[in-house]
T-cell receptor, first 111, second 112 residues
Framework: DGGITQSPKYLFRKEGQNVTLSCEQN?????MYWYRQDPGQGLRLIYY???????QKGDIAEGYSVSREKKESFPLTVTSAQKNPTAFYLC??????????FGPGTRLLVL | GENVEQHPSTLSVQEGDSAVIKCTYS??????FPWYKQELGKRPQLIID?????GEKKDQRIAVTLNKTAKHFSLHITETQPEDSAVYFC???????????FGSGTRLLVRP
């Protein structure tokens, strides 16, 4: 999991603002994922991508958007339509349907 | 769709005792079952996993057992230590899905 990086570590969002969370991996993994974790809760899948230029909605995609233009990168945009964005966001990657390895996370807070 | 139930939600044990966390899955096509440990404020980290062609797997003080007929799998931690205190998540997936379905997590507290 040391090959997955997320930035920034902390991010502050103002009302009506879109913000983008970065996720990069150098593990040559095909698949990448975004999860949301609320305090004391489990992991909920936002979006995932099996290959470049393709991605699928997870369980809680509303208010979020992604792109997968490069194999190494899978940025997540939290749009103004997401009314309760405060959470810990985790990116993960895997080879096919194998083990997922997580990045260190980004903590998003609303001002 | 697939659902994974995890019990208990919290578990407190004395140092040196064993801890057992149980998960039940709904989709009989599931064939891969990883366990993750998440310390406070950190990323989940894989601690052990098992595939459906194996009934048990051990790694030092950690073991996982799988009962395909009953569709449940368990994490066993022996000789617990304070550093085992964390939240543990089970998950399930099947080959073509690319998706892991996570349990709700178990908060383990090991009392010194």
């Amino acid at each position: 999991d040391g090959g997955i990086t997320q930035s920034p570590k902390y991010l502050f969002r103002k009302e009506g603002q879109n913000v983008t969370l970065s996720c990069e991996q150098n593990l040559n993994h095909d698949a990448m994922y975004w999860y949301r974790q609320d305090p004391g809760q489990g992991l909920r899948l936002i979006y995932y991508s099996q290959i470049v230029n393709d991605f699928q909605k997870g369980d809680i995609a509303e208010g979020y958007s992604v792109s997968r233009e490069k194999k190494e990168s899978f940025p997540l945009t939290v749009t103004s339509a997401q009314k309760n964005p405060t959470a810990f966001y985790l990116c993960a990657s895997s080879t096919g349907g194998e083990t997922q390895y997580f990045g260190p996370g980004t903590r998003l807070l609303v001002l | 769709g697939e659902n994974v139930e995890q019990h208990p939600s919290t578990l407190s044990v004395q140092e040196g005792d064993s801890a057992v966390i149980k998960c039940t899955y709904s989709d009989s096509a599931s064939n891969y079952f990883p366990w993750y440990k998440q310390e406070l404020g950190k990323r989940p980290q894989l601690i052990i996993d098992i595939r459906s062609n194996v009934g048990e797997k051990k790694d030092q003080r950690i073991a996982v057992t799988l009962n395909k007929t009953a569709k449940h799998f368990s994490l066993h931690i022996t000789e617990t230590q304070p550093e085992d205190s964390a939240v543990y998540f089970c998950a399930a997936s099947w080959d073509s899905s690319y998706k892991l379905i996570f349990g709700s997590g178990t908060r383990l507290l090991v009392r010194p």
